[in-house]
């Protein structure tokens, strides 16, 4: 129905998230109608961005600078708790809240509840290792990890794949409480709710 090169891109913007057929093909017209020097740039931006942004060693945040560990993880007053995220935009959204004062870890992804193959999606060796030994990395021994997994049913499958994972360990494992809106994500959550379920987490 388009010409190829739209089509093309139409393609692309399907895989982002939350991006529909509709917003994609307006994305793609939007890009037709420009500027070159706009394109320019996006194209610029887009080079960078896998070789500029660097990530955190042990949590997986992204850095602007390359260095071994992020704020957070670098900063010795954390409580030894460790709170599990799906994405790191969940982790600006518990941070903000400015209630928890924890460590973090970025799975990457969720799972699934049928899709075997989604297992490999998310970090759960890199989990392991980092409660295993996070001393190797400049963190401080973990006592409690909080599954802090979006109220989905994607979410909720890899809560409980993570407690398999985890249950092995000498940890207390809790989740953020109920009171999320269910099918939500913590990213549209409001700072209140977040401390809410924080604070009520078992
Ligand atoms: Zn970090």
Same mark, same amino acid.
């Given at each position: 129905?388009?010409?190829?090169?739209?089509?093309?891109?139409?393609?692309?913007?399907?895989?982002?998230?939350?991006?529909?057929?509709?917003?994609?093909?307006? !994305?793609?017209?939007?890009? +037709?109608?420009?500027?070159?020097?706009?394109?320019? $740039?996006?194209?610029? /931006?887009?080079? %960078?961005?896998?070789?500029?942004?660097?990530? &955190? %060693?042990? &949590?997986?945040?992204?850095?602007?600078? /390359?260095?071994?560990?992020?704020?957070? &993880?670098?900063?010795?007053?954390?409580?030894?708790?460790?709170?599990?995220?799906?994405?790191?935009?969940?982790?600006?959204? +518990?941070?903000?809240?400015? %209630?928890?004062? #924890?460590?973090? !870890?970025?799975?990457?992804?969720?799972?699934?509840?049928?899709?075997?193959?989604?297992?490999?999606?998310?970090?759960?060796? @890199?989990?392991?290792? $980092?409660?295993?030994?996070? /001393?190797? !990395?400049? =963190?401080?021994?973990?006592?409690?990890?909080?599954?802090?997994?979006?109220?989905?049913?994607? #979410?909720?499958?890899?809560?409980? !794949?993570?407690?398999?994972?985890?249950?092995?360990? @000498?940890?207390?494992?809790?989740?953020?409480?109920? #009171? +999320?809106? =269910?099918?939500? /994500?913590?990213?549209?959550?409001?700072?209140?709710? +977040?401390?809410?379920?924080?604070? #009520?987490?078992?």
């Amino acid at each position: 129905m388009y010409p190829k090169p739209i089509k093309n891109l139409i393609d692309i913007f399907l895989r982002f998230p939350t991006v529909g057929r509709k917003t994609a093909t307006r !994305f793609a017209f939007h890009l +037709l109608n420009t500027d070159s020097s706009e394109i320019d $740039r996006l194209i610029k /931006e887009l080079k %960078q961005l896998k070789s500029s942004v660097h990530t &955190c %060693q042990f &949590c997986y945040r992204s850095l602007e600078k /390359e260095r071994d560990l992020c704020s957070i &993880c670098d900063d010795k007053s954390r409580e030894p708790i460790l709170a599990i995220v799906e994405r790191e935009t969940d982790l600006i959204s +518990l941070e903000k809240t400015n %209630q928890y004062k #924890g460590y973090y !870890f970025i799975l990457g992804g969720n799972v699934s509840p049928l899709r075997k193959k989604d297992l490999k999606k998310v970090r759960a060796k @890199d989990l392991k290792r $980092r409660i295993e030994a996070p /001393e190797s !990395f400049g =963190v401080k021994e973990i006592k409690e990890v909080i599954i802090a997994t979006n109220p989905t049913t994607e #979410g909720e499958a890899t809560g409980l !794949f993570l407690k398999r994972v985890l249950d092995k360990f @000498d940890l207390k494992i809790t989740k953020l409480a109920k #009171g +999320l809106p =269910v099918g939500g /994500e913590l990213e549209y959550a409001d700072e209140d709710t +977040l401390t809410s379920a924080l604070k #009520g987490r078992k």
